[in-house]
């Protein structure tokens, strides 16, 4: 099984990305493409750099970065945050593909501990 | 034999699509370099396409394949084994947890002779014996710690200077291995001292009670003469004189040395190695200042910021790297700690990098006034006026009641790595820790926000560097190897 949806290379995700407004730093996403979660887990990253407004757009995400530094590289810091999401996408699509494998390793880790009642070394008891 | 060969390459020979992603996270290193690695921290280095690749299933490199199959990165439909022994792994890790708490701090005074700038604690004058811990309170506390279901008990003395106390240090020892009698633990005891008052009846109880002791030694004479200061200016002429008595009693690894870097080490990492190897000392600890107590004040020596640190941290590991290669033999201790992480399945246990926290679990802390706290840090906090860390009072409290506190399992609950934002998706989570009394401390509660925590950024600058460097340089993998051991 492995991640559907659209290619992870460089720029993906964010290959729709544009600009609105001239004052205003702002990257498009496609909502076919890009996740909220990827965005929002992108925009909890990048958060010593700058803050992120994200706001839905017809079919886009509208993300309008709000820089930390007085005189920013406008360029820098769309780069960066394409950057970003395009590996949050990826980090969602592994959690997602491995949530069921990662769930049964943990249950086995933590079952046969002793710390769980009626559960011994030995194996659970019936 | 050839066609054996050829018939095992064929038998692991994955098509495209030929296998399935287990949990992985990844970290860039760089722009041509990523680092894969699986739930219990064993890792790979990719490049960012090969990434791409074996996530998209397009992966055609066998030799690559073969490699995070090794490591439970991927396994083939069908397999069972991967998830079996990731699971063994994992609970290697976390075996430590049942047998909490490991380490008891017994602040046997506050009283101290030194007033170094970087002072994490409220020292008292040498003659103010009202902050002296009494017998009635080690009494107490002793019974707490053998409640501690870990088969090893480490008893460590602090202070203040704590030699200032003596006869209680004396008095604690006997008393807990005749307790010990009838619980059979593996019991350690541990002076945390600046060596200034070691004399021959100390060094002597030492060697007849297998006392280990740790000390402060920020590096040159000049360098720590002036973070730790003393009637004489004698700091550092003291502790060395103190290491070199202890060493010839009581061997050389019965004693330790610690570092604080202030912004007057900064430049000056190479020189501090040196001044550990010429005195035979085989570790160093490269510390950060802690933000606690007098340190955050303007002359306490905090004032820099972490990748200022990260600078020295690397030009000391390059220095003690020289040594290694020059057959002198130096760990460098932080990185000791993180290769047992990244290279064995093993957990040392370090306080600061594990989770959940180390907080009670791994350390207990039982102050002079027979107040318990979470951790020496969080004693510090309430010193300062901050008593979120405090747990109980060994007069007052049971063992359940200290263990099964709120001030406990709140900042352990809330914090752990694996369910906290960025941590969770971050490939060195299996390396790192979770640090609630630092987050409480700088960020106000106990998880942080990691994207601006100087604990996250510390961290992972560390990491990056270890990493980067066994990637570079086999004879860096081999050290991190014999370190880990």
Request: one cysteine or more; glycine letters at 8%; a negative charge.
């Amino acid at each position: 099984m492995n991640p559907a949806g659209g290619a992870l290379g460089a720029g993906a995700g964010a290959a729709g990305a544009g600009e609105i407004g001239a004052a205003e730093i702002t990257l498009i996403f496609d909502q076919a493409t890009v996740d909220l979660d990827a965005l929002q887990r992108s925009a909890y990253a990048v958060a010593a750099e700058m803050t992120v407004d994200i706001r839905v757009s017809g079919a886009d995400y509208a993300c309008t970065l709000f820089p930390r530094d007085r005189h920013p590289n406008d360029d820098d810091l769309k780069h960066r945050f394409r950057a970003e999401v395009n590996d949050q996408i990826l980090r969602v699509r592994i959690a997602k593909e491995t949530e069921p494998l990662r769930n049964l390793v943990f249950a086995l880790a933590f079952s046969q501990t002793g710390l769980i009642e009626g559960d011994t070394e030995a194996g659970t008891e019936a | 034999m050839i066609n054996a060969v050829k018939l095992e390459r064929a038998a692991t020979t994955l098509p495209p699509h030929g296998w399935r992603l287990l949990p992985m996270r990844f970290h860039r290193l760089g722009a041509d370099s990523v680092v894969l690695t699986n739930l219990v921290g064993e890792h790979v280095f990719v490049t960012p396409d090969e990434l791409v690749g074996v996530a998209e299933g397009t992966c055609g490199d066998q030799d690559l394949l073969a490699r995070l199959r090794a490591v439970h990165l991927i396994q083939v439909p069908g397999e069972t084994l991967p998830a079996e022994l990731l699971a063994i792994k994992l609970r290697t890790r976390m075996r430590r947890l049942p047998d909490s708490t490991g380490l008891h701090i017994f602040v046997v005074t506050l009283r101290c002779e030194h007033t170094c700038r970087y002072c994490q604690v409220s020292r008292q004058s040498a003659a103010k014996s009202e902050f002296d811990m009494t017998r009635e309170t080690a009494r107490r506390a002793l019974d707490l710690a053998f409640r501690s279901p870990s088969p090893h008990l480490k008893i460590e003395f602090q202070g203040g200077e704590p030699l200032l106390n003596f006869p209680l240090i004396r008095w604690i020892t006997a008393e807990a291995k005749r307790m010990n009698a009838g619980h059979g633990k593996d019991l350690a005891f541990v002076i945390a001292t600046n060596l200034a008052l070691l004399d021959d009846e100390i060094l002597e109880f030492c060697a007849e009670q297998d006392v280990h002791l740790s000390t402060s030694l920020d590096g040159p004479q000049n360098l720590h003469n002036g973070n730790r200061r003393r009637p004489g200016q004698d700091s550092w002429q003291q502790a060395v004189a103190g290491i070199r008595r202890a060493q010839e009693r009581l061997g050389p690894d019965r004693v330790s040395a610690l570092m604080t870097t202030t912004e007057a080490s900064l430049d000056r990492a190479a020189e501090i190695i040196d001044a550990y190897a010429d005195l035979g000392l085989r570790g160093v600890f490269l510390r950060p200042i802690s933000p606690y107590g007098f340190a955050l004040r303007g002359r306490g020596g905090a004032n820099y910021d972490v990748e200022r640190w990260l600078e020295f941290y690397a030009a000391g590991l390059d220095q003690i790297v020289e040594l290694n290669r020059q057959a002198v033999p130096m760990v460098e201790i932080y990185a000791s700690i993180i290769a047992k992480k990244m290279l064995t399945n093993s957990d040392p246990g370090y306080v600061d990098l594990t989770s959940p926290a180390g907080i009670g679990i791994g350390a207990l802390v039982y102050n002079y006034d027979g107040d318990i706290y979470a951790s020496d840090e969080g004693r510090m906090l309430a010193e300062s006026g901050d008593r979120t860390f405090r747990l109980g009072n060994v007069h007052s409290s049971s063992y359940a009641e200290v263990m099964l506190s709120d001030g406990l399992l709140r900042p352990l609950t809330e914090s752990i790595a694996l369910s906290a934002p960025m941590c969770a998706t971050c490939a060195f989570e299996p390396y790192c820790g979770a640090d609630p009394v630092f987050h409480h401390t700088t960020a106000g509660d106990f998880t942080g926000h990691k994207a601006l925590s100087a604990f996250c950024r510390r961290n992972t600058g560390v990491f990056t560097l270890l990493l980067r460097k066994m990637r570079d340089d086999p004879y860096f993998r081999d050290l991190m190897r014999r370190w880990a051991q």
